[in-house]
């Protein structure tokens, strides 16, 4: 359908109730709803005129995380994906979107690749899914991440799982990181916080001071 500043997007809606909806521009999710309640966040000034990435749900980083080489977070959230193909399982729908190089692309990483990209919605779960084949004829390194935005309130929301990660404080000092190790049980924010947590656990709980824990 025909989202934000006339860019397509896809509608993903769960026979238990649940919606999603993914931008093509980007491949980015920018809404999951569970029992009509949006847990994601998206920016009020975020921009939808397929120029600039759209500031909030999922956005990607590929092939670079944060600053480098190229342009911050790299290039795949700021191309058109293709859907490749979607599916029905029990009532929950499941689509695959596919980023291929292009000279967009080339002109700043010169590498030739397909990302498929796998979103899953259940009743309760929005899982996602990233696979990255060299198509080239030489090796090439990347990183990725989803730059996630929950909805929350920031001077009620926790974290919990985070206690022994190693940490790096970028606060105050973002070129100058200090070393730490986190002993709190729950991780709240009552202030500026730019902390990276190192060997964190496949699984955290972030409660968002809205009612929900995802």
Same mark, same amino acid.
């Given at each position: 359908?025909?989202?934000?500043?006339?860019?397509?997007?896809?509608?993903?809606?769960?026979?238990?109730?649940?919606?999603?909806?993914?931008?093509?521009?980007?491949?980015?999710?920018?809404?999951?709803?569970?029992?009509?309640?949006?847990?994601?966040? #998206?920016?009020?000034?975020? #921009?939808?005129? +397929?120029?600039? @990435?759209?500031?909030?749900?999922?956005?990607?980083?590929?092939?670079?995380? +944060?600053?480098?080489?190229?342009?911050?977070?790299?290039?795949?959230?700021?191309?058109?994906?293709?859907? #490749?193909?979607?599916?029905?399982?029990?009532?929950?729908?499941?689509?695959?979107?596919?980023?291929?190089? +292009?000279?967009?692309?080339?002109?700043?990483?010169?590498?030739?690749?397909?990302?498929?990209?796998?979103?899953?919605?259940?009743?309760?779960?929005?899982?996602?899914?990233?696979?990255?084949?060299?198509?080239?004829?030489?090796?090439?390194?990347?990183?990725?991440?989803?730059?996630?935005?929950?909805?929350?309130?920031?001077?009620?929301?926790?974290?919990?799982?985070?206690?022994?990660?190693?940490?790096?404080?970028?606060? @105050?000092? @973002?070129?100058?990181?200090?070393?730490?190790?986190?002993?709190?049980?729950?991780?709240?924010?009552?202030?500026?916080?730019?902390?990276?947590?190192?060997?964190? @656990?496949?699984?955290?709980?972030?409660?968002?001071?809205?009612?929900?824990?995802?």
């Amino acid at each position: 359908t025909e989202g934000e500043g006339k860019l397509p997007k896809v509608v993903l809606t769960s026979v238990h109730g649940s919606e999603a909806e993914i931008y093509l521009f980007g491949g980015c999710v920018t809404s999951w709803k569970v029992a009509n309640k949006d847990l994601l966040f #998206v920016r009020p000034d975020a #921009v939808f005129n +397929g120029q600039k @990435p759209i500031s909030g749900g999922l956005p990607h980083c590929f092939p670079q995380f +944060g600053p480098g080489l190229i342009q911050q977070h790299g290039f795949a959230r700021n191309m058109n994906w293709s859907i #490749v193909d979607s599916d029905n399982v029990e009532g929950n729908p499941v689509v695959t979107l596919e980023l291929r190089d +292009g000279p967009y692309s080339r002109s700043m990483w010169d590498f030739s690749f397909q990302a498929l990209y796998k979103v899953t919605l259940n009743s309760k779960s929005l899982s996602t899914e990233l696979i990255i084949t060299n198509v080239d004829k030489k090796p090439f390194s990347f990183n990725t991440a989803l730059h996630t935005y929950f909805r929350a309130s920031v001077t009620e929301a926790s974290v919990k799982g985070l206690k022994g990660c190693k940490t790096l404080n970028k606060d @105050p000092d @973002p070129t100058n990181p200090l070393e730490g190790k986190e002993d709190r049980d729950v991780v709240t924010f009552p202030g500026f916080v730019d902390c990276i947590y190192l060997h964190a @656990p496949n699984e955290l709980h972030l409660d968002n001071g809205l009612g929900d824990v995802i």
